[in-house]
């Protein structure tokens, strides 16, 4: 019964006992003389998503008094409320989430230019992925450890998704990079990688079901254009076909590794995430290539980086501190402070350094055409990853939304 109808109803003056069942039995409640109307009780939010009657609320800790309501059942008398709150977000923390990602952007641009010298000395792509990850692993496992224990502990209910992250965000991303890197410039191998949005965009349109406007169909062309003029496909594909498919393969690792990530960082601190990530991917890489069977004299070897010659060591030593553990660690927090449609566009900053870095310290260049396709790549990728962001299919990653983006 609406409100105006149940006032009307107990607005009357007359107090007799017929429009007083006639008004009880209506919902509503009459107002005697001497008796204030009693209130309903202030729901008031307490940790862990309870209030204090009992009813769970969606997004715990720290949602806004103005909840969005999505459901309203009445079972058996009781009425059963759900409700999504959206974090607040304060230019403080936007500012933060951009610093941080910027800086692992540049962390992991610079993964490719640092690893590529080891393989040139005479490292495999699976021997130098080995030592990368599992020297981080060692470094994370020992530092949590020691200092923050509690982030080591594991529930049940996440062991899929931190296996999983492992799996695919930490060992196949950095096998399918450094294979890739191997065979192509690390510009282009990177620039393969960062097809991920792409692959985003049509998971959300063919599995999650949500339309996408024509401006997202738009980026989509633009990518795939750009990837064409990239790879040269009109002189049959003037890429290393392995080093190609590698690449490519690295999208759908790079999609997974934002996905998996912002949807577990929701629920559990960021570097307990990425210390188990290592520790999964170390243990699957170190089964295929044991960092330790490679040759002391080749650890000690020479390496060519620009106008130095540090030892393979050193290099593999940089590639685990700069281009992984802070790089991971950057990245997986920022996904605390921004929506990770937002990250991934500010994330494109990363094969602009690859490259720039690439040509500076290796001497690999780009054609004028490939160039072209790498400005027309990064403009579709950015496009879609625009359009998806001001749809608000996304909402910040504390209320547990999932959101791509890409990292080598």
């Known amino acids: 019964m609406s409100p105006t109808a149940c006032a009307a109803v107990s607005a009357h003056p007359s107090e007799s006992p017929l429009r007083e069942r006639r008004t009880r039995r209506l919902g509503c409640r009459t107002r005697r003389p001497g008796r204030r109307t009693q209130r309903p009780e202030r729901r008031t939010q307490r940790p862990g998503g309870r209030s204090r009657d009992g009813v769970e609320w969606i997004g715990g800790e720290g949602a806004k008094s103005g909840r969005q309501w999505v459901g309203l059942a009445h079972s058996l008398g009781r009425v059963t409320v759900e409700a999504r709150a959206v974090a607040p977000v304060s230019r403080g923390s936007r500012g933060r989430g951009t ?119 738009l980026g989509i062309a633009l990518a795939m254009a750009g990837l064409a003029l990239v790879a040269q496909v009109w002189a049959g594909l003037a890429l290393d076909p392995v080093g190609f498919f590698a690449g490519l393969g690295g999208s759908v690792c790079s999609a997974a590794y934002f996905l998996i990530g912002e949807h577990t960082a929701a629920t559990r601190d960021p570097l307990g995430m990425v210390t188990w990530g290592m520790v999964v991917g170390a243990i699957v890489v170190c089964a295929v290539a044991p960092p330790w069977t490679i040759p002391a004299s080749l650890l000690g070897a020479p390496a060519s980086l620009g106008p130095w010659h540090p030892p393979v060591w050193a290099l593999l030593v940089t590639l685990t501190v700069l281009s992984t553990v802070l790089a991971y660690a950057f990245g997986m927090t920022a996904l605390r402070y921004l929506p990770a449609a937002v990250a991934s566009v500010i994330g494109l900053l990363e094969p602009v350094v690859t490259i720039v870095t690439g040509w500076v310290l290796l001497g690999e260049s780009l054609s004028w055409v490939q160039l072209a396709g790498a400005l027309v790549l990064l403009g579709g990728a950015t496009v879609v990853q625009i359009v998806h962001s001001r749809r608000g299919d996304q909402v910040h990653p504390g209320v547990g939304q999932e959101s791509p983006a890409s990292a080598p």
């Open 99 to 217: 610093v941080l990602i910027l800086i692992s952007s540049v962390c992991f641009g610079t993964s490719g230019p640092i690893g590529k010298p080891a393989m040139l000395a005479g490292l495999s792509p699976e021997q130098v992925a080995a030592a990368r990850i599992g020297l981080a692993a060692v470094v994370l496992l020992a530092g949590v450890a020691l200092f923050r224990p509690a982030l080591l502990r594991v529930r049940k209910a996440e062991l899929p998704a931190l296996v999983g992250y492992g799996l695919l965000a930490v060992a196949a991303v950095q096998l399918t990079y450094f294979i890739s890197a191997q065979r192509l410039p690390v510009g282009i191998a990177i620039l393969l990688e960062f097809t991920s949005p792409v692959l985003i965009a049509l998971w959300t349109r063919f599995v999650r079901r949500i339309r996408l406007p024509r401006a997202m169909w």
